[in-house]
């Protein structure tokens, strides 16, 4: 059975930095599409950004330039490194992830439990 699980959130100042981490397992992630999604309160859902089997990676254009997605395969984890942090960031981040990089944008097969990142002003 597939399993996502994030580490990483936190409380921060506005300007600072965090990265998450995503681990995988029951599956074989090399050629799985991942991605990290944010839900703040009273908003729905959205992909912040997201990297497919080969390394293309797309991001949100309020994260971009800021937040850096990666994997290593050899560990099954991706990461999502959020440098310049600003109050709007404040979310719940769930990793995720699907066979088909189309699919993991509008609904991926797989989820984490989530991680809360607050950024106070």
């Known amino acids: 059975q597939v399993q996502l699980v994030e580490s990483g959130g936190g409380l921060v100042q506005a300007g600072d930095s965090l990265r998450l981490s995503c681990a995988a397992s029951g599956g074989t992630f090399s050629s799985y599409a991942m991605g990290w999604f944010r839900q703040a309160p009273g908003k729905e859902r959205d992909v912040a950004a997201a990297i497919t089997w080969d390394g293309s990676t797309y991001y949100a254009d309020s994260v971009k330039g800021r937040f850096t997605i990666s994997r290593d395969i050899s560990k099954n984890t991706v990461y999502l490194q959020m440098n310049s942090l600003k109050p709007e960031d404040t979310a719940v981040y769930y990793c995720?992830?699907?066979?088909?990089?189309?699919?993991?944008?509008?609904?991926?097969?797989?989820w984490g439990q989530g991680t809360q990142v607050t950024v106070s002003s």
């Open positions: 995720a992830a699907d066979r088909t990089y189309s699919v993991l944008r509008r609904a991926p097969a797989y």
